[in-house]
C-alpha cells in the first residue's frame, strides 16, 4: 500500500513538472532573443507616419534593449508596391510592419512578403486569450498573418460650424440633402485604400445605406483629394462647409479653437464604423534581423508597447490591461458597428473600388 502510494505521489508530481520547464523555458528563450537582438543591434520598421507615433514605436525599446530602429513611416497605398520591387531586384530589407490590414492583406500578403505571426509569439501575456478584449487574440486575418493593437470608433466627418449647424446631422443620409450639392470635401480618394475608402466601405455594407447611398452621394458633385492638410485648411477657413477627413489633422484644428467640430457617429441615426487604422503588426520574412524582429513583436504587443502605441494616436487599446483613460469617449467603440478593415469587410474593397471607379472615373 505504501508503495503503491509513493508511485501515485511520483506520478501526480510529473503532472507538474512540464509547467515548471514551460515557466523556465520561455524566460530562457527570451534572455537568448534579447541577447540576440542586441548583437544584430538594429531594426529594420515601417509604420505610420507622425513625429509621435514613431517617438512611441522606437525610442523606449531602443533604448531598452540596445536595438538601434530604422524607421519609415509611410502611406498604406506606397509600402507594397516598394516592397515588391525591392524584392524582384532580390533585396530583402524589413523586418516588421506596422500598417492598416488591407496594405497587409491586400497589398502584401498576395505578393508572399509576411509570415504568420504566431509562432513568433513568446511573453505569456502576449500569448495568453485573457490579455485581450473579447478573450481571444486580435487576428486580423485567417492565416494569422499578423495581430491588430488599436481599435477605435472611425471619426472622419466634421464641419465648418460658422456654415453648418451641427445638430441639423442626424443621418448620414443629410449628405444627400440638395442644398450640400458641390459643397461636400473628401480628404483621401475612397478609390485608394485609407479612412476614405474606410468610410466608403461602411456606407457599401451598412444595410440602410448601401450601394445606392453612394451613388447618390456621389452625385452631390464631391471634391475629392488626396491632402489631408488641405483639405483640413479649407474646412477649417470655410471654403467648404463638410468634409470627410483625417481626425489626426482636424483634431488639431480644434484644440486650437478653430470653427470645426466633429460629427460624431453616436449622433447619426445609422452609427458609425470600427477601425484598426495603421495599428496592425505583421512579420515580414525574410528579415534580415530575425531575433530584433521577434523581440519587437512581442514588446509592441505587450502592455508597455500598447500603452505607448495608444497614448500616442488616443485611440483604444484591446489589451485588457492598458486603461483608456487617456482616450476621447468618441473614440471608445459602441457594440455593434462594424469592422470596416476586418478580412470580411475588406472583401467588399474590390466591388467598392469597381462602382467608384465607375461613378468617378479612373
Same mark, same amino acid.
Given at each position: ?10 506520478? @501526480? $508530481?510529473? #503532472? ?7 515557466? &523556465?523555458?520561455?524566460?530562457?528563450e ?16 515601417? +509604420?505610420?507616419?507622425? =513625429? ?13 534593449? +540596445?536595438?538601434?530602429?530604422?524607421? @519609415? ?15 524582384q ?12 490590414t ?22 505569456? =501575456? ?10 481571444? #487574440? ?24 460658422n ?6 446631422f ?21 478609390r485608394?485604400? &485609407? ?17 445606392e ?5 456621389? %452625385?452631390? =458633385?464631391?471634391?475629392?483629394?488626396? =491632402? ?6 479649407w474646412?477649417?477657413? /470655410? ?24 460629427v460624431?457617429?453616436?449622433? #447619426?441615426?445609422?452609427? /458609425? ?18 531575433n ?13 508597447? +500598447? ?9 483604444? $487599446? @484591446? ?14 467603440? %459602441?457594440? &455593434?458597428?462594424?469592422?470596416?478593415? $476586418? ?20
Amino acid at each position: 500500500m505504501v508503495a503503491r502510494l509513493t508511485l501515485l505521489a511520483l506520478s @501526480l $508530481s510529473c #503532472l507538474f513538472v512540464p509547467n515548471s520547464f514551460a515557466a &523556465g523555458s520561455w524566460q530562457e528563450e527570451w534572455d537568448k532573443l534579447t541577447a540576440g537582438a542586441k548583437k544584430e543591434g538594429r531594426l529594420f520598421l515601417a +509604420g505610420p507616419r507622425g =513625429d509621435t507615433r514613431r517617438q512611441a514605436l522606437t525610442e523606449t525599446f531602443g533604448k531598452k534593449y +540596445g536595438v538601434e530602429i530604422e524607421y @519609415l513611416g509611410v502611406g498604406g497605398p506606397e509600402l507594397p508596391p516598394r516592397v515588391q520591387r525591392e524584392r524582384q531586384a532580390g533585396v530583402y530589407g524589413w523586418d516588421v510592419f506596422i500598417a492598416g490590414t488591407s496594405t497587409l492583406i491586400r497589398g502584401l500578403r498576395p505578393i508572399g512578403a509576411l509570415d504568420p505571426i504566431e509562432p513568433n509569439l513568446l511573453l505569456p =501575456d502576449v500569448k495568453d486569450p485573457k490579455s485581450w478584449r473579447g478573450g481571444e #487574440l486580435p487576428f486580423f486575418d485567417k492565416e494569422r498573418i499578423g495581430l491588430t493593437v488599436l481599435r477605435r470608433a472611425g471619426q472622419y466627418l466634421y464641419v465648418n460650424s460658422n456654415l453648418v449647424k451641427i445638430e441639423e446631422f442626424k443621418s448620414w443620409k443629410e449628405l444627400l440633402n440638395p442644398r450640400w450639392k458641390g459643397k461636400i470635401l473628401v480628404g483621401r480618394d475612397p478609390r485608394i485604400s &485609407g479612412y476614405g475608402q474606410s468610410t466608403f466601405a461602411f456606407f457599401y455594407i451598412h444595410k440602410e445605406l448601401g450601394p445606392e447611398f453612394i451613388k447618390k452621394l456621389v %452625385q452631390q =458633385d464631391l471634391k475629392i483629394l488626396q =491632402d489631408d492638410r488641405t483639405a483640413a485648411q479649407w474646412i477649417a477657413q /470655410g471654403q467648404y462647409p463638410i468634409c470627410v477627413c483625417s481626425d489626426l489633422q482636424m483634431d488639431r484644428y480644434i484644440k486650437e479653437g478653430l470653427p470645426v467640430k466633429a460629427v460624431l457617429g453616436g449622433q #447619426l441615426k445609422e452609427g /458609425g464604423h470600427v477601425t484598426s487604422a495603421f495599428a496592425n503588426v505583421a512579420k515580414v520574412n525574410h528579415a534580415p534581423h530575425p531575433n530584433a524582429a521577434k523581440l519587437y513583436i512581442n514588446w509592441v504587443l505587450s502592455r508597455e508597447g +500598447g500603452l505607448l502605441f495608444s497614448k500616442a494616436t488616443g485611440d483604444p $487599446s @484591446l489589451r485588457v490591461d492598458v486603461p483608456n483613460d487617456h482616450v476621447e469617449p468618441w473614440a471608445i467603440p %459602441q457594440p &455593434g458597428w462594424p469592422i470596416t478593415n $476586418s478580412e470580411e469587410a475588406i472583401k467588399v474593397e474590390e466591388p467598392l473600388v469597381a462602382l467608384l471607379k465607375q461613378l468617378l472615373g479612373e
